[in-house]
């Protein structure tokens, strides 16, 4: 069943199991949530704590009382980041959630001189490397713009990244296969910043050019035992709702 989860928890562990059905793309925006005594028999629980359940949701924007329907999912939820999308692929091969798409697909090997890509790829100023960007899309509305920074070494292990081509397999489990060395994640870090005009274009906003407009922005390195293999960025337009984990 698809709501199904371990009984004899409290109010946060079923906002939880409903949190996650949200991010992974298992309930939809518009897509009811069982009603009260459903969620009452099927977890074991009390109607308070259903309440307080709903009310924590409610309260993060991910849910919405819709009359007659009772609580539905909220139309635009949240946006994920590259890393949960990396999560939400390894637990049900979903690489877009319902309503989601991308465009503006680019790779373009460039001089690399932003400092703190550098550090983090431990690359020297000016150093080549693919840069992979694209926007994702919820109901064709842009509401992020992605780009992956790939150092020399980890495309020579997997050329895919290079080619002017969506990717079928995920760079981690690539890299893992043909060199026997698992990838890790480091810490995911998120900033505010002002937009570059690039980004505004891409996030389909228009804003006098003078205007300083704030973007949200999260970034990632992921290693192998001894070495940096990418940096990943994500940058937010405004009024964007992002789940930030561990």
Same mark, same amino acid.
Request: net charge negative; aromatic share 6%; proline share 7%.
């Given at each position: 069943?698809?709501?199904?989860?371990? +009984?004899?928890?409290?109010?946060?562990?079923?906002?939880?199991? *409903?949190?996650?059905?949200?991010?992974?793309?298992?309930?939809?925006?518009?897509?009811?949530?069982?009603?009260?005594?459903?969620? &009452?028999? =099927?977890?074991?629980?009390?109607?308070?704590?259903?309440?307080?359940?709903?009310?924590?949701?409610?309260?993060?924007?991910?849910?919405?009382?819709?009359?007659?329907?009772?609580?539905?999912?909220?139309?635009?939820?949240?946006?994920?980041?590259?890393?949960?999308?990396?999560? &939400?692929?390894?637990?049900?091969?979903?690489?877009?959630?319902?309503?989601?798409?991308s465009s503006g697909h680019?790779?373009? =090997?460039?001089?690399?001189?932003?400092?703190?890509?550098?550090?983090?790829?431990? %690359?020297?100023?000016?150093?080549?490397?693919?840069?992979?960007?694209?926007? *994702? &899309?919820? +109901?064709?509305?842009?509401?992020?713009?992605?780009?992956?920074?790939?150092?020399?070494?980890?495309?020579?292990?997997?050329?895919?990244?290079?080619?002017?081509?969506?990717?079928?397999?995920?760079?981690?489990?690539? #890299?893992?296969?043909?060199?026997?060395?698992?990838?890790?994640?480091?810490?995911?870090?998120?900033?505010?910043?002002?937009?570059?005009?690039?980004?505004?274009?891409? %996030?389909?906003?228009? *804003?006098?050019?003078?205007?300083?407009?704030?973007?949200?922005?999260?970034?990632?390195? *992921?290693?192998?035992?001894?070495?940096?293999?990418? #940096?990943?960025?994500?940058?937010?337009?405004?009024?964007?709702?992002?789940?930030?984990?561990?």
């Amino acid at each position: 069943m698809a709501y199904r989860a371990p +009984a004899g928890k409290g109010y946060a562990d079923l906002a939880a199991h *409903f949190r996650d059905q949200i991010k992974s793309g298992e309930l939809s925006p518009g897509d009811p949530l069982p009603s009260v005594p459903e969620i &009452r028999e =099927r977890w074991g629980v009390a109607s308070k704590t259903v309440s307080r359940a709903l009310g924590v949701l409610k309260g993060e924007g991910l849910v919405t009382s819709r009359g007659s329907l009772g609580t539905v999912v909220a139309e635009t939820p949240m946006v994920i980041t590259g890393t949960d999308r990396l999560d &939400r692929m390894a637990r049900n091969g979903r690489r877009y959630g319902p309503g989601e798409t991308s465009s503006g697909h680019r790779v373009v =090997r460039r001089s690399v001189v932003d400092q703190e890509v550098c550090d983090a790829l431990d %690359l020297e100023p000016h150093s080549e490397a693919v840069i992979r960007i694209r926007v *994702f &899309r919820t +109901a064709d509305r842009p509401t992020t713009v992605g780009l992956s920074v790939y150092p020399p070494h980890t495309t020579h292990v997997v050329p895919e990244l290079g080619e002017d081509a969506r990717m079928t397999d995920q760079f981690d489990k690539l #890299y893992t296969e043909r060199t026997g060395r698992p990838v890790t994640r480091g810490q995911r870090v998120a900033r505010a910043r002002h937009a570059s005009q690039e980004e505004l274009d891409a %996030l389909e906003l228009d *804003f006098p050019a003078e205007a300083a407009v704030p973007v949200m922005v999260t970034t990632v390195a *992921f290693h192998d035992e001894d070495k940096p293999l990418a #940096y990943w960025e994500d940058v937010y337009g405004p009024g964007s709702q992002v789940p930030i984990g561990e």
